[in-house]
């Protein structure tokens, strides 16, 4: 809905908004979070491969999927925290617990966040979001709050959130309450497409989501797609709704950004993907990439 907008730059315009409503109060906290304070070591607290951030949603995740894997000792790992040169850095003694944490983040990616089933339902949800949007260009009416309904038919770009506090505010008020009510009334809608998506997605009948290590074949990918549009009577143009491609990357740790480094007792500063002695955290420091498909469940091949 805000085109050529990252977000990480939403975020940042977010909080220069919630800034000016506070009379500047957040003025520290906002360079911090930029990393224009003097005191790095802070920025690293809130936004590293070692921040508060990932230490809480491991554990609150962990706590609420009843995902064992992803248990992490928090309050070792932050008593064993220090700062080094305004960096930081990790005693030597608390090794085992980063090394445990690492691992805990690589599980919990592959079964929870990179889950087929949250997978099929974000990729179906974004489908709803286009297709919405796509039909209120055409200016089809569109049920909505007054704030969907607004971004909906506004072609919305960076310089209108730079302009003013007024999208911002307006992009705040938008949540899960928005969206959902909207799906709900749009199982109904008169367009096929977003009819079928939304009745999937709140029936839960989702994507069937294929997973592989190599590329799709194109044959493959031309099959899916004949049958599909054969099946539900679409266009070449309306496929890319039903039929859809897509890469999973898993990086537990990446020794090249904001590295964890561990000191030990004759104050030497050693990465931990090489000080590891008991598990090879440098293999997990490199990328996993796997290639999905999702397509309907229901589709007869």
């Known amino acids: 809905m805000v085109k050529g907008l990252s977000h990480e730059d939403l975020s940042l315009l977010m909080m220069d908004s919630l ?63 220090t700062v080094v040169d305004d960096q930081l850095v990790v005693e030597g003694k608390g090794i085992y617990s980063i090394e445990k944490f690492i691992i805990a983040r690589r599980l919990m990616y ?62 705040a008020k938008l949540d899960d ?30 994507y069937k989501v294929e997973i592989r290590n190599e590329p799709y074949d194109r044959e493959y990918l031309i099959f899916l797609k004949e049958k599909t549009a054969v099946q539900f009577r679409i266009s070449d143009e309306e496929i890319d709704y039903f039929v859809v491609e897509g890469t999973l990357t898993n990086n537990a740790y990446n020794p090249k950004h904001d590295r964890i480094r561990i000191q030990f007792r004759n104050n030497e500063l050693i990465d931990v993907s090489e000080a590891s002695d008991q598990l090879n955290i440098s293999v997990l420091s490199t990328p996993v990439n796997k290639y999905l498909l999702c397509y309907p469940k229901n589709l007869v091949i």
Not at 127 to 154: C, Q, T, W
Not at 164 to 170: H, M
Not at 177 to 205: F, G, T
């Open 110 to 171: 592959w079964q929870v966040y990179l889950h087929k089933t949250v997978i099929a339902a974000e990729y179906m949800l974004v489908n709803i979001l286009k297709r919405a949007k796509e039909l209120a260009s055409e200016d089809i009416p569109m049920f909505g709050s007054p704030v969907l309904h607004l971004f909906l038919y506004s072609n919305i770009g960076i310089e209108n959130l730079l302009e003013g506090r007024r999208w911002i505010e307006d992009f």
């Open 177 to 206: 309450y928005d969206i959902l009510s909207a799906i709900k009334v749009w199982m109904n809608h008169p367009d096929p497409i977003l009819s079928w998506l939304c009745k999937s997605l709140v029936d839960r009948h989702l």
């Open 19 to 81: 800034n000016d409503l506070l009379n500047h109060r957040l003025d520290i906290a906002n360079k911090i979070f930029r990393n224009d304070y003097p005191k790095t070591f802070l920025h690293q607290l809130v936004s590293s491969q070692l921040d508060m951030d990932r230490l809480d949603y491991l554990s609150r995740d962990s706590f609420f999927t009843g995902v064992a894997e992803g248990v992490i000792n928090t309050d070792r790992i932050i008593k064993m925290l």
